[in-house]
């Protein structure tokens, strides 16, 4: 790809790789459910959205079309690889990523970690089909290109744009099924907010992202299994040592901060000799996870920090394409 018959020498040229979801989405007519994800092509997107070409010169890949369910860690390397390969050549000043909402933050942080650059990268979706009366695909796709042609936006790592909201990739979640506003970073707060294509910044992610990230996906096919294990009152602590036998690693969705009963723990002290890191993350949405002296005595366990559960299962995947020892990971975790 190269940029160099811009459409307009005065705007910034930006990039967008669409992967499908709701915002690609149609179905009945002013109908918000029981639609189709991923049946519009990035062009068709790209022509819904009003003024788009007057805040950038807009260029388009089509990675995949579907739902963002069926996303899987090829389609992650495969769009992290091409963001890092595009990134080099001069005439590219950002990247927008269309996504299905319900693993947006999955595939955020993955490439919050994973891209090489300090360009501009911006991930964003819908909640509402494109065919939905008063669909929000064509704002936050507007907002994102802008926020992506922005030079405040350059070193911020991968951000989340969503109903008028700035967000960091680490830190945001998805908390609610149906509604415009569906993306939040609960306590830890957005970085800032979209007024039509103005950004205005509020804060600033502390933590290694990008060009300052360690890890380097360059050549591999696949990634470490990671697989998480849910607790609830009088959960089968078999299911430890079943998700063992599939995995090089596992993350716990625990109790209140990272708890579980002592027949789980019983189970997950049987992994260290096996080799096997287990993070200790919530169910409870927010908060942090820290050393637990009477949980973490098994040097195989690992606090989760801020990190939400699938978002812990991504960092120690990635870990784990470095290392294996506890010690290491356990640092990882409370860097990233």
Known sequence: MLLVNSKNSELKNIVILATGGTIAGTGESGKTTNYEAGNLDIKSLIDSVSNINEIANVYSEQIVNVDSNDITINHWL???????????????????????TDTLEETAYFLDLTVKTNKPV??????????????????????????AANDLSKGQGCMVVFADGIYSARNVQ??????????????????????????????????????????????????????IAYFNIDADPSIIDYLAKKSDGIVIAGAGCGTFSSDWLKEIRKLEPRGIPVVRSSRTGSGIILNDTAIDKSAN????????????????????????????????????
């Open 122 to 147: 911006i991930v964003t979706g819908a909640m509402r089909p494109s065919t939905a009366t008063s669909a929000d695909g064509p704002l936050n796709l507007y907002q994102s290109v802008a926020l």
């Open 301 to 336: 366990c690992i606090p989760g920090n801020t990190l939400s559960p699938s978002k812990a299962r991504i960092l120690l995947s990635l870990a784990l394409t470095k290392t294996v020892d506890y010690s290491k990971i356990r640092k990882i975790f409370e860097v990233y």
């Open 78 to 100: 495969t769009l992290a690889n091409r963001i890092n390969e595009i990134s080099k050549q001069n005439d590219v000043d950002g990247f927008v990523i269309t996504h299905g």
């Open 174 to 227: 998805k908390v609610n099924t149906f509604k415009t506003n569906a993306f939040n970073s609960i306590d830890l707060g957005c970085l800032g907010y979209m007024r039509d294509n103005i950004p205005y910044f509020l804060n600033k992610s502390i933590k290694p992202h990008t060009v300052d990230s360690e890890f380097d996906i360059l050549g591999l096919n696949k990634l470490p299994q990671v697989s």
